[in-house]
């Protein structure tokens, strides 16, 4: 489809192909602009605050994306689930092993849990439809079981505001504990320490989310806030007298431990 102004239109754009202009997961459309006639959408100012926002990087575990790479991470996740539920419900249907389905349920909420990390850290909203489009429903966790501990907060986001004080303690304290096996060992022990505190925190928001007992949970917010990386780095070098590397280190090695006091009030320790 060359043009007077654009004689490389296809080479330049893949128009056509699967992965150029128009193609699948491209959210972009063009028609003809006639001057003197057709009104542009964006000013020059408004296209050029643009194009600059699109290409400013945002970091996510030691790597810089811009907003087109960040899309193309997201959409590469999505797939990675897609394909990881459909080895679950095969290894179901074929009658696998047991632990060889708890390993590849495990996998599955590690690229979950990552999705909504990064998704939040790039500013783009999930779009798990894209997942679920397979029809398997919540594929992560067993259908035998009646217990939501282990399930992940997306696959009952259905319990929002409804489940028990205990019910709520037994799945953050078991979310908690698989902090270790979600980080990312390749990144640097301050990368690592940010990446358990981001899980830590999402870990604890959602239980909240899911507490029956909002009034409880207003509580909490107020006097046990969820608190940023630098702010807890800060609190432990003040409380405990320690450098701001030891700090770092503390809260690697910590972020998996929830309160002993909370868990024996439910029964969860001795």
């Known amino acids: 489809m060359p043009t007077p102004d654009y004689p490389d239109f296809v080479s330049s754009t893949g128009y056509g192909t699967v992965t150029g202009l128009c193609g699948v997961n491209c959210y972009h459309d063009f028609y003809p602009f006639i001057p003197g006639i057709s009104e542009p959408i964006y000013s020059e100012e408004e296209l050029r605050q643009m194009n600059e926002q699109e290409n400013t990087p945002k970091e996510f575990g030691g790597k810089s994306y811009t907003a087109y790479e960040a899309t193309q991470r997201q959409r590469a996740l999505e797939t990675t689930m897609r394909a990881q539920r459909q080895k679950i419900s095969l290894l179901e249907q074929g009658g696998a092993d047991e632990q060889d389905i708890i390993n590849a349920r495990g996998q599955y909420r590690a690229t979950s849990a990552e999705y909504s990390r990064f998704s939040q850290a790039m500013g783009l909203p999930q779009q798990r439809e894209r997942v679920t489009v397979d029809g398997l429903g919540s594929i992560g966790v067993g259908k035998w079981t009646q217990d939501l501990t282990e399930k992940d907060y997306n696959d ?4 929002k505001g409804k489940m028990s004080d205990y019910k709520v303690r037994k799945w953050y304290k078991s979310h908690a504990e698989k902090i270790p096996n979600l980080i990312d060992s390749n990144l640097t022990v301050e990368q690592q320490a940010k990446q358990a505190c981001d899980l830590r925190n999402m870990f ?15 509580e909490l917010d107020v006097k046990d806030p969820i608190r940023s990386f ?21 809260v690697l090695k910590t972020a998996s431990k929830s309160r002993k006091s909370v868990n024996k009030k439910f029964g969860l320790e001795e």
């Open 156 to 159: 009952i986001i259905n319990m």
């Open 204 to 218: 604890r928001f959602q239980a909240r989310e899911l507490m029956a007992n909002q009034k409880l949970r207003n």
């Open 230 to 250: 630098e702010e807890i780095v800060e609190d432990k070098m003040n409380r405990k007298g320690i450098t701001r590397k030891q700090a770092i280190e503390d």
